[in-house]
T-cell receptor, first 110, second 116 residues
Framework: RKEVEQDPGPFNVPEGATVAFNCTYS??????FFWYRQDCRKEPKLLMS???SGNEDGRFTAQLNRASQYISLLIRDSKLSDSATYLC???????????FGAGTRLTVKP | DAGITQSPRHKVTETGTPVTLRCHQT?????MYWYRQDPGHGLRLIHY???????DKGEVSDGYSVSRSKTEDFLLTLESATSSQTSVYFC???????????????FGSGTQLSVL
């Protein structure tokens, strides 16, 4: 089983739709959680960190469920510019590197 | 955007030749990383550095070596390139780890390496 698993998609949604992605992780010692965004042929960029109590940044909401070992990302009122691959990332306790999921591809259509 | 420059941006080489990729930062961040990205695998850590001359292996370090003689430069060397090392290589930097709002990775633009 992979350490970080994501549905690769693609998710094809119309503008204005709400879409949600989940990411499951296998190591319960995971400490820090993030969502990164990667545009085609570009470098990943931090979208948001994920905090235990859940957090929101504009149209984006991230949730963490430690008991079930998953994190989620909700995008409301999707824009064409949200089209990208969304990477689930975590770091384990006492570990210096981040572990990446393979990503979920989102396409928002007019 | 964080000041990270990777060079070269593209490289085509032959099996068995040595290759060195360079990552240069102007942010004075302590941590530097080399990742490779392949379809279906996500980014995988090759090596990382937590200071000048301080480096450690990552998940997929076989066939790679690194050096960090200055804070701003982190070199990745493929001693004898193989076709399995064809990939996109990303350098990343981070100001801190261990939690807190400073814990984030900033990536360079990537190097597309093809080993024929």
């Amino acid at each position: 089983r992979k350490e970080v698993e994501q549905d690769p998609g693609p998710f094809n949604v119309p503008e204005g739709a709400t879409v949600a992605f989940n990411c499951t992780y296998s190591n319960s010692a995971s400490q820090s959680f993030f969502w990164y965004r990667q545009d085609c042929r570009k470098e990943p960029k931090l979208l948001m960190s994920v905090y235990s109590s859940g957090n929101e940044d504009g149209r984006f909401t991230a949730q963490l469920n430690r008991a079930s070992q998953y994190i989620s990302l909700l995008i409301r009122d999707s824009k064409l510019s949200d089209s990208a691959t969304y990477l689930c990332v975590l770091r384990m306790y006492n570990n210096n590197d981040m572990r990446f999921g393979a990503g979920t591809r989102l396409t928002v259509k007019p | 955007d964080a000041g990270i420059t990777q060079s070269p941006r593209h490289k085509v080489t032959e099996t068995g030749t040595p290759v060195t990729l360079r990552c240069h930062q102007t942010e004075n961040h302590r941590y530097m990383y080399w990742y490779r990205q392949d379809p279906g695998h996500g980014l995988r850590l090759i090596h990382y550095s937590y200071g000048v001359k301080d480096t450690d292996k990552g998940e997929v370090s076989d066939g790679y070596s690194v050096s960090r003689s200055k804070t701003e430069d982190f070199l990745l060397t493929l001693e004898s390139a193989t076709s399995s090392q064809t990939s996109v290589y990303f350098c990343a930097i981070s100001p801190q780890i261990g939690g807190g709002r400073g814990e984030k990775l900033f990536f360079g633009s990537g190097t597309q390496l093809s080993v024929l």
